[in-house]
């Protein structure tokens, strides 16, 4: 039997009620040969109000002996913003180059989307979003401050290292999603004839961010060359929004840097129902990954018992599929689209069952 070693921040807000949901689910789990061996960390908003610690480089030392961790949500309302993001959850994914965020769109069956005239089956793509660089290094300036001359920076700063590990995880990724004997079926009728399995679609500005997303698409090219049987394609960041409202269905696998894919998620997971239902994964490949909600803290609804806890349960079946338990996180993703099945909705309050019980629900079926 193997154990996991798991460290869990649930966090602040919402964020603990929808890890107990993910950790009780994950417990349910255990009867299909694997064991888990949770270690609950304070590393919050509530702990830096009492001692004004956020994460040392020591507990960062520490998180790298875990084989995963699972992640509720950061951020404080009595905490000016920016603090607890740079210092805990940025500081996490730079600090263990966790350096991809894994993202999938998925349309579930049964689930409300604002967009009214798609289905299921047009909204199901990955976005690739790079999560060590670009605008999220905090690299900037400030000069004359509160002059009416004031002048600021944000720098947006990659390394063709960073582009090139993360556009190779963008075809890799195809190759896991597809293959020549299933290919995509968004493939068009030609590019089927030719034996191609997938599309990796670049999300980038390429007409005004003409360093940096020059850069990307050289190496998109470049990598392109060693995946002959994938379909390289590149859309305008703007035109993305405009596709993942108006055609989904035209994405597989999107690759974008790390501001790019910030913003498209948030638009991505409302077309899949909302934030209580898309999880992510913060993805080392060669260390300790971590994987949480995308969604917030949602500080209205802490304590009430009425927050989706679908995200954080596909937050912990995307982690146990890193694990390479595929089995067991494949039985989770089932049992998850069954309860969801029987939800009537997938916003908090009107759920129809509280965060408890849909929690239960699902580790009944696991
Ligand atoms: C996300 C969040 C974070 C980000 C915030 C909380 C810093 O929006 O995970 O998408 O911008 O990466
Ligand atoms: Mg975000």
């Given at each position: 039997?193997?154990?996991y070693?798991?460290?869990?921040i649930?966090?602040?807000?919402?964020?603990?009620?929808?890890?107990?949901?993910?950790?009780?689910?994950?417990?349910?789990?255990?009867?299909?040969?694997?064991?888990f061996?949770?270690?609950?960390?304070?590393?919050?908003?509530?702990?830096?109000?009492?001692?004004?610690?956020?994460?040392?480089?020591?507990?960062?030392?520490?998180?790298?002996?875990?084989?995963?961790?699972?992640?509720?949500?950061?951020?404080?309302?009595?905490?000016?913003?920016?603090i607890?993001?740079?210092?805990?959850?940025?500081?996490?994914?730079?600090?263990?180059?966790?350096?991809?965020?894994?993202?999938?769109?998925?349309?579930y069956?049964?689930?409300?989307?604002?967009?009214?005239?798609?289905?299921?089956?047009?909204?199901?793509?990955?976005?690739?979003?790079?999560?060590?660089?670009?605008?999220?290094?905090?690299?900037?300036?400030?000069?004359?401050k509160?002059?009416?001359?004031?002048?600021?920076?944000?720098?947006?700063?990659?390394?063709?290292?960073?582009?090139?590990?993360?556009?190779?995880?963008?075809?890799?990724?195809?190759?896991?999603r597809?293959?020549?004997?299933?290919?995509?079926?968004?493939?068009?009728?030609?590019?089927?004839?030719?034996?191609?399995?997938?599309?990796?679609?670049?999300?980038?500005?390429?007409?005004?961010?003409?360093?940096?997303?020059?850069?990307?698409?050289?190496?998109?090219?470049?990598?392109?060359?060693?995946?002959?049987?994938?379909?390289?394609?590149?859309?305008?960041?703007?035109?993305?929004?405009?596709?993942?409202?108006?055609?989904?269905?035209?994405?597989?696998?999107?690759?974008?840097?790390?501001?790019?894919?910030?913003?498209?998620?948030?638009?991505a997971?409302?077309?899949?129902?909302g934030?209580?239902?898309?999880?992510?994964?913060?993805?080392?490949?060669?260390?300790?990954?971590?994987?949480?909600?995308?969604?917030?803290?949602?500080?209205?609804?802490?304590?009430?018992?009425?927050?989706?806890?679908?995200?954080?349960?596909?937050?912990?079946?995307?982690?146990?599929?890193?694990?390479?338990?595929?089995?067991?996180?494949?039985?989770?993703?089932?049992?998850?689209?069954?309860?969801?099945?029987?939800?009537?909705s997938?916003?908090?309050?009107?759920?129809?069952y509280?965060?408890?019980?849909?929690?239960?629900?699902?580790?009944?079926?696991?």
């Amino acid at each position: 039997m193997t154990e996991y070693n798991i460290a869990v921040i649930g966090g602040d807000g919402t964020g603990p009620e929808v890890i107990r949901e993910a950790k009780k689910v994950l417990r349910a789990a255990e009867k299909h040969g694997i064991s888990f061996n949770f270690t609950d960390l304070p590393y919050d908003g509530t702990r830096y109000i009492e001692t004004g610690e956020t994460l040392s480089d020591s507990e960062i030392e520490g998180l790298k002996n875990y084989d995963a961790m699972l992640l509720g949500a950061i951020g404080h309302p009595d905490i000016k913003p920016g603090i607890l993001e740079r210092d805990i959850l940025l500081k996490m994914r730079f600090d263990l180059d966790q350096y991809i965020n894994l993202r999938p769109v998925k349309l579930y069956p049964n689930v409300d989307t604002p967009l009214a005239y798609t289905t299921p089956d047009n909204i199901d793509y990955v976005v690739i979003r790079e999560n060590t660089g670009g605008l999220y290094t905090g690299k900037g300036s400030c000069e004359n401050k509160g002059a009416a001359d004031e002048i600021t920076t944000q720098v947006m700063e990659y390394s063709r290292k960073q582009v090139e590990r993360c556009v190779r995880y963008a075809f890799e990724t195809v190759r896991k999603r597809h293959s020549i004997n299933t290919p995509w079926k968004g493939l068009s009728a030609e590019e089927n004839e030719k034996g191609f399995i997938g599309k990796v679609t670049l999300c980038g500005k390429t007409n005004v961010l003409t360093y940096v997303f020059d850069l990307w698409q050289r190496v998109m090219d470049e990598v392109a060359t060693e995946y002959p049987d994938i379909v390289n394609d590149y859309v305008h960041v703007d035109a993305v929004c405009i596709y993942m409202v108006e055609s989904p269905a035209r994405f597989d696998v999107i690759v974008t840097g790390n501001m790019f894919g910030d913003i498209i998620t948030d638009l991505a997971a409302v077309t899949q129902g909302g934030m209580g239902v898309a999880g992510s994964g913060n993805i080392n490949p060669e260390g300790v990954s971590m994987f949480e909600p995308i969604g917030g803290t949602a500080p209205a609804f802490t304590g009430l018992n009425q927050i989706n806890p679908i995200a954080a349960i596909s937050a912990a079946h995307m982690m146990l599929s890193h694990l390479g338990e595929n089995k067991v996180a494949g039985i989770i993703e089932e049992a998850k689209i069954s309860v969801i099945k029987k939800m009537d909705s997938m916003l908090a309050a009107k759920m129809g069952y509280s965060t408890t019980e849909i929690g239960d629900m699902v580790a009944d079926l696991v």
